[in-house]
């Protein structure tokens, strides 16, 4: 190695303890508060300050912080412990309670541990606060397989799992195992390739009354008579990488849906992406026999997104620029909003994996909606 490159990674290696020590205070600002606010609102810190940091914007976070802190609620407290998981799953009365629980667990247990034996207890309701408990994991884990574990990232995970175990909620006429049981090694049906993915997608029917937030969408979809064979049109591959290849595909065709139909809803159709990213963030930690059914959960989440907040017929692809990779996620920094951030954040990892840059658009153009 000669003089400039020892004096290059030097630097590099600098900027990343600062940018791990920024999101380590950025945690511990947002371990304060609750996971959500005014209600129903999730709170976004934590998973917008994770893609800052990583995408070298760190030096914002903590004046970004400042102002949004202000909107969030305190720390729920516990109640009481945590004794049968199945009876306080999808009580929000409970965050408290499952916050310590997992503060506990992560104590006590290797994070990969913790995980390994819970995703397979929540996927099922991966609904859960209009998916932002899965995305809010994705991006814990994704912190946990890229830096050194510390405090601050292990609690973070805390609290990401205990948001979804607070919010659970399953997707309305998705059977998720297709018989099999997700803490065993079941394998589902064979799937299939992009274009079978591509089809699921266009296959998507729609709810007629738009109106309403997301639990009563969700509720309208068990009466939609195309709603049962469309969720279940994509069976994962069999294989880990297959049912890989069947999750990068859905990830690279809802961020093109954005750009047809994220108009309707600009807020909202962006977890329809950020939803499938977060699982597939999260894959390389799980056991492979998890994957498929890890695959088939994200799907239910699309579609379900889609199914209720689409609208019927896509507009006219519109003239946004791409760009850069680096430029994207730059603008959508400069904008501020959390969602624009996270579909930055989420559509930069589809261009890496697929090589096309219109994915990236869908950054710009929530830039220009939201």
Do not use: C
């Not at 408990?133 to 799992?161: C, F, K, N, T, Y």
């Amino acid at each position: 190695m000669d003089e400039g490159s020892a004096s290059e990674d030097s630097s590099v290696g600098e900027e990343s303890a600062v940018g791990e020590g920024v999101l380590d205070e950025a945690y511990r600002r947002l371990h304060r508060t609750g996971p959500e606010y005014e209600g129903w609102l999730s709170n976004h810190g934590p998973m917008a300050v994770e893609a800052l940091v990583r995408h070298g914007h760190g030096r914002g976070v903590h004046r970004w912080l400042d102002s949004y802190l202000r909107r969030l609620d305190e720390l729920p407290r516990g109640l009481r412990s945590i004794e049968d998981w199945r009876d306080a799953l999808g009580d929000p009365k409970r965050a408290g309670d499952w916050l310590v629980h997992f503060d506990r667990a992560l104590r006590e247990r290797p994070w990969r541990e913790v995980l390994g034996t819970w995703w397979p207890r929540l996927l099922p309701g991966i609904a859960a606060g209009a998916t932002h408990g899965v995305i809010r994991v994705g991006h814990a884990v994704r912190v946990l397989r890229e830096m050194p574990e510390s405090p601050a990232r292990l609690a973070e995970l805390g609290q990401a799992l205990a948001y979804w175990a607070a919010r659970w909620q399953p997707v309305p006429g998705h059977d998720l195992t297709g018989g099999h049981d997700l803490t065993a090694a079941g394998r589902p049906p064979a799937g299939g390739d992009e274009p079978h993915v591509a089809a699921a997608l266009a296959g998507l029917p729609r709810i007629a009354d738009r109106t309403g937030g997301i639990r009563e969408r969700l509720g309208r979809l068990p009466a939609v008579p195309d709603w049962p064979a469309a969720v279940a049109a994509l069976r994962p591959a069999r294989t880990p990488a297959g049912a890989e290849r069947d999750l990068v595909a859905l990830v690279h065709g809802a961020s093109l849906d954005y750009l047809r139909f994220g108009h309707a809803e600009p807020v909202m159709l962006v977890h329809a992406v950020t939803a499938p990213t977060a699982v597939l963030r999260t894959l390389p930690a799980l056991d492979p026999a998890l994957w498929a059914p890890s695959v088939a959960a994200a799907w239910s989440a699309t579609a379900a997104v889609i199914s209720v907040y689409a609208p019927p017929r896509p507009a006219a692809l519109p003239a946004v620029a791409g760009g850069d990779p680096a430029e994207v996620f730059a603008r959508a920094a400069r904008h501020g909003d959390a969602h624009v951030v996270k579909l930055a954040d989420a559509v930069l990892d589809a261009h890496a994996t697929s090589g096309d840059e219109r994915v990236l658009a869908a950054a710009g153009y929530a830039g220009q909606l939201i």
